[in-house]
């Protein structure tokens, strides 16, 4: 689903206005992008791998504008960093042991290069807002959310749009609010997602118990053997 048709979709449901006069869509292409992030910031749904730069001699890098969660770093030479504290990676800095510590939003790598140097970066990264009718949440640009998590997106835009028309059938957005993030937190689409990406995640299900360790077993004549 794309940016022109959410558009469509949440102005259509609220009956708001796209005169040259009175331009409703203006807030509507922002409650879409703020419900995109939210999503995202929620549910951490798309790990990928970016390109950071590191600014030479700089201990210490503000990702604010980029990063939403770091899960690993790769150095220039292909390494994985180990995972440090703020307290060990600024020992190590001073020692030159290899490392990074990431509190939000900021980044420590050690040893500190004396020039800008490129390093790979794997986590949740803040997506490119959406401008043109044909952007898609699913590209990676936008936040790489899959379309069956796009109607989460919609939710949100209707929510803060109907509280902005006073939109009275939904008791000023309630319904929609709801229906994104639940009553209590166990439903709504937030819910759901989180739900979903949990299973999709897991490599396979329990090891079946082997009863026999405890029970015995069957001979080839059908024999109960054991104590």
């Excluded at 292409?29 to 939210?38: H, V």
């Excluded at 790769?74 to 020692?95: K, S, V």
């Excluded at 970066?121 to 803040?126: D, E, S, T, V």
């Excluded at 995640?201 to 360790?213: F, I, M, S, W």
Aim: proline share 5%; with cysteine.
């Amino acid at each position: 689903m794309n940016f022109g048709v959410m558009i469509d979709r949440v102005k259509y449901s609220l009956g708001m206005q796209e005169l040259q006069s009175h331009d409703e869509t203006v807030f509507i292409k922002q409650y879409l992008n703020e419900g995109l992030l939210d999503v995202i910031v929620r549910t951490r749904p798309y790990t990928r791998v970016i390109t950071l730069t590191l600014t030479a001699n700089t201990a210490i890098h503000d990702m604010a504008s980029d990063i939403i969660s770091l899960l690993d770093i790769q150095d220039p030479n292909g390494n994985f960093l180990q995972r440090m504290t703020r307290e060990d990676i600024t020992n190590a800095q001073a020692q030159n042991v290899p490392g990074f510590a990431y509190e939000e939003p900021l980044l420590w790598v050690s040893p500190v290069p004396s020039v800008d140097t490129q390093i790979k970066a794997y986590g949740i990264f803040r997506p490119a807002a959406m401008v043109n009718n044909g952007d898609d949440p699913s590209n990676s640009n936008f936040g790489g959310l899959a379309p069956e998590f796009h109607p989460a997106i919609l939710n949100y835009a209707c929510w803060k749009a109907a509280e902005y028309t006073e939109h009275e059938q939904s008791a000023m957005g309630e319904k929609w609010r709801i229906s994104y993030e639940g009553k209590d937190g166990t439903e709504g689409d937030i819910a759901r997602i989180k739900r979903i990406l949990s299973k999709r995640v897991t490599p396979h299900g329990y090891p079946r118990r082997d009863l026999t360790r405890n029970i015995g077993g069957l001979s080839g004549s059908g024999s109960y053997l054991g104590g």
